[in-house]
């Protein structure tokens, strides 16, 4: 069964700053993967998507991310913080053929501060 | 368009008591699922469906029920309520269902079982 792994529950960057949020896969093949991010009280937005090629993929608001095949990695990136990012960051995967049933991680809490 | 809407937006049940979270698309989306999000957990799939007249159980189906009558309406039956369904429901939709397709979720809908 295919599983999604976001080792920091919590993560605390000084506004300004960048940012690095780690997501690990576990999937017989490579899934697509997804970012999505929830503001508090709110329901989820993706913030960028990865199915093939270029392995650094561009989202909104700034937000990058890498596909590693051989760490099975899907990290978050961006460069300069602020304080409007503060929120819940989901990384999520679906199989590459078949109907897209996301298997989320349990998500990363983004706290910025000044 | 109204995007993915979800009625209501709060709701408390006491245990046993049966209710019906709504959910809307007006994209003429093909696919629509369910999700509950539990803290800690992240989201966890439901019950999915690729049309009307055709529904599927996902990770967490027990005690839910689902139809889909038309493209617009997946409605998510609870039959008897129980404190462990406690969760924020997610509603989702995509054009196809097909793992390129972005999902584009509802605003949710908090439950709490007393």
């Known amino acids: 069964a295919q599983s999604v792994t976001q080792p920091d529950i919590h993560i605390t960057v000084s506004e300004g700053a960048s940012l690095e949020l780690r997501c690990n896969y576990s999937?017989?093949?490579?899934?697509?993967l997804f970012w999505y991010v929830q503001s508090p009280g709110q329901g989820l937005q993706l913030l960028l998507k990865?199915?093939?090629?270029?392995?650094l993929v561009q989202g909104i608001k700034g937000f990058e991310a890498e596909f590693k095949r051989s760490q099975s990695s899907f990290n978050l990136r961006k460069p300069s913080v602020h304080w409007s990012d503060a929120a819940e960051y989901f990384c999520?995967?679906?199989?590459?053929?078949?109907?897209?049933?996301?298997?989320f991680g349990k998500g990363t809490m983004l706290l910025v501060s000044p | 368009n109204a995007g993915v809407t979800q009625t209501p937006k709060f709701q408390v049940l006491k245990t046993g008591q049966s209710m019906t979270l709504q959910c809307a698309q007006d994209?003429?989306?093909?696919?629509m699922s369910w999700y509950r999000q539990d803290p800690g957990m992240g989201l966890r799939l439901i019950h999915y469906?690729?049309?009307?007249?055709?529904?599927d159980q996902g990770e967490v189906p027990n005690g839910y029920n689902v139809s889909r009558s038309t493209t617009e309406d997946f409605p998510l039956r609870l039959l008897s309520a129980a404190p462990s369904q406690t969760s924020v429901y997610f509603c989702?939709?995509?054009?196809?269902?097909?793992?390129?397709?972005?999902?584009?979720f509802g605003p949710g809908t908090r439950l709490t079982v007393l």
């Open positions: 469906s690729v049309g009307a007249g055709i529904t």
């Open positions: 999520a995967v679906a199989p590459n053929s078949g109907y897209s049933t996301l298997t």
């Open positions: 999937y017989g093949a490579t899934p697509y």
């Open positions: 990865y199915f093939s090629g270029d392995t």
């Open positions: 989702a939709s995509s054009l196809s269902g097909g793992g390129t397709d972005t999902q584009y």
């Open positions: 994209m003429n989306h093909e696919y």
